[in-house]
């Protein structure tokens, strides 16, 4: 396979898969919490064991594409883009890149105050966060409200900003007529 380079006209390969890997696993972790409210308490116990399991992946998917992202410079805005939507673009940019970090980050403080082990995948048990085990449930109390608080406040939020995310590439794809959408889908030929 040969790696498309990021260029001045799209994304490089390592960038796009990182994206799409990244977003369809927090679609999915979002779907799980949604779609087991109702269910009797094992089958909730067993989903929310996936949702941590791709959770934490999100978290170290995240980390790469941050560090990837700090050294691999996006492609160059499109004509045409206002100065307004060039700012509201790089602020939710900004703002996603902080929660794919954040989100997962606080589910895994979260799960470290309580002294269950956090099993990946059921290959092996993902180590609590450093410093956090060991605590009374006294202690960690207010550790785990504080984590929850964050990570549900914070998960909920990319139900709402997605669907802008989705509706500002559909805008750029079918209003202004541009690559931006085009240039993160591997394989796809740019407008000229
Ligand atoms: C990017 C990935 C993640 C997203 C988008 C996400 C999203 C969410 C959301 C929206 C909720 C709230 C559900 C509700 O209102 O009932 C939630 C709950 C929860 N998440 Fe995550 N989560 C992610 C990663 C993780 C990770 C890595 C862990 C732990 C290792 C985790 C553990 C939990 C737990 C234990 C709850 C239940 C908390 C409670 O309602 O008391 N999550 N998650
Ligand atoms: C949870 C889901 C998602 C997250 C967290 C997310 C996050 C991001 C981030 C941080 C960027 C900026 C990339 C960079 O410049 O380094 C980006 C770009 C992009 N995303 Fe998403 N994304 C998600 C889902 C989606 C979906 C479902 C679509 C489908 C339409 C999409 C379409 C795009 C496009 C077209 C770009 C390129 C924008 C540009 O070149 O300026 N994203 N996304």
Known sequence: MSLTPVSPQRYGTVAMSLH????????????????????????????????????LTVLILSLARVAWRLTHPAPAHPVGISPAQRIAGAALHHLFYLMIIVVPLAGWLMVSTNPRPIPFFGLFDFPAFPGLSG?????????HELFENIHVLVGWAFVFLVPVHI??????????????????IPGSKLRP
């Open 20 to 55: 799409w890997l990244i977003a369809l696993a927090i679609i999915a972790n979002l779907a799980i919490v949604f779609l087991i409210e109702d269910m009797p308490r094992p089958d909730r116990m067993f989903w929310m064991g996936w949702h941590k399991s791709i959770g």
């Open 135 to 143: 605590m009374t449930r006294e202690e960690a109390h207010p550790y």
């Open 167 to 184: 509706a500002a590439a559909l805008y750029h794809h079918h209003f202004l007529k541009n690559n931006v959408l085009l240039r993160m």
